[in-house]
């Protein structure tokens, strides 16, 4: 997560707009009450508007919930927050969502939205607005489906000695590269010897370096398949 002390006072002042995503993506990374209150201190000093992307919101593992920027006192002052049913309810491709918070922050994004796509297809309003009616089992049902499929692929993937991320949010895996590889060396040989296919982490930026990152979007089957082939491969030198 971002350490406000070290921004440079001269970015801050010039910022008008702190973006934020948690449960994030790429990292899975998963924010703290005490890190959204250091948020609003941030943007109130400096005079910025918080978008918070909480796209994952509904997928904590472990007992974890994941945490609401709105939740945090003077949030909704501050900034908005995001949220899609593309991850919760399987909409993705529809295109559905909404934000909540400062009014004027909505009331420009309205303003923004009817100028470039004018409006959502009723249809697809409806079956959101339906969804967000019912019980919720169903959200729960798929948090659970992610999270048995973390604990089945890092079970299958243990033997291989390879150091990987406990995902607290979202429905990534982040994997430790051996000291003796480079990211596309390692994936080309997971591609070639295991046919097994991964992302490397500095695709996603500098500080993915030395990882790879494996989507829990497939099933749990083929997720414990994929663990028991890179395993075989193991040691790595």
Known sequence: MPDYSKVAPDKARESKLLFLNYPNNPTAA?????????????????????????????????????????KTEG????????????????????????????????????????????????????????????????????????????????????????????????FYVWLKIPETFNAEDFMDKLAHEARVFTAPGDGFGSQGEGYLRIGLTQPADRLIEAGRRIASLAPFS
């Not at 729960?140 to 390879?162: C, D, H, Q, V």
């Open 30 to 70: 998963v924010a703290t009450p005490e890190f959204f209150k250091e948020t609003v201190a941030f943007a109130r000093e400096h005079k910025i508007c918080v978008a918070h992307d909480f796209a994952y919101g509904t997928i904590g593992f472990d007992g974890h919930q994941p945490e609401s920027f709105l």
């Open 75 to 170: 949030a909704k002052e501050t900034g908005i927050e995001f949220f899609t049913l593309s991850k919760s309810h399987n909409m993705a491709g529809w295109r559905i969502g909404f934000a909540v918070g400062n009014p004027s922050v909505i009331q420009a994004i309205n303003l923004l939205q009817d100028h470039t796509s004018v409006s959502l297809y009723g249809g697809i309003q409806k079956a959101g607005a339906a969804a967000l009616r019912d019980d919720q089992s169903s959200v729960r049902e798929l948090t659970a489906i992610y999270e048995e499929r973390r604990n089945l692929f890092l079970k299958a993937l243990s033997p291989s000695g390879l150091k990987t991320t406990q995902t607290r949010g979202s």
